[in-house]
């Protein structure tokens, strides 16, 4: 959608499951992109701009602002949370993984760092 906004493309995959627009998604060894997972130690390698049907295919990106999300609190670091979502809350358990900034209530600066298995 128009409201979404990326660049650095990581590629065009397959998806293992349907992925809402907006949530970060893991590149598995098979090809497939699926949902990252934070607590679930799934680490993201990227983003999705719009939904990607399960069986289709689509683009994921590595770089760039993501736009069109709520609750963000410009400054405050985005962790990987659950089922691809965004967090500003520190991960207890699984996997810590900075994954961007707020820059604005809807939109994050995408910074995907490594993770760190707690």
């Known amino acids: 959608p128009s409201d979404r906004w990326a660049f650095g493309l990581l590629g065009f995959f397959a998806v293992a499951e349907e992925i809402p627009a907006g949530r970060l998604v893991h590149l598995r060894p098979d090809g497939l992109l ?18 990607i049907a399960a069986g289709a295919a689509g683009q994921a990106y590595r770089l760039g602002e993501v736009r069109g999300l709520s609750g963000k609190h410009p400054g405050l670091a985005q962790w990987l949370g659950a089922s691809g979502q965004f967090t500003e809350t520190p991960p207890t358990a699984g996997i810590s993984q900075v994954v961007g900034v707020a820059i604005a209530a809807d939109t994050v600066a995408l910074g995907l760092h490594m993770p760190v298995q707690l």
């Open 34 to 51: 699926q949902l990252a997972d934070g607590p679930e130690s799934v680490a993201a390698h990227g983003v999705v701009l719009q939904t």
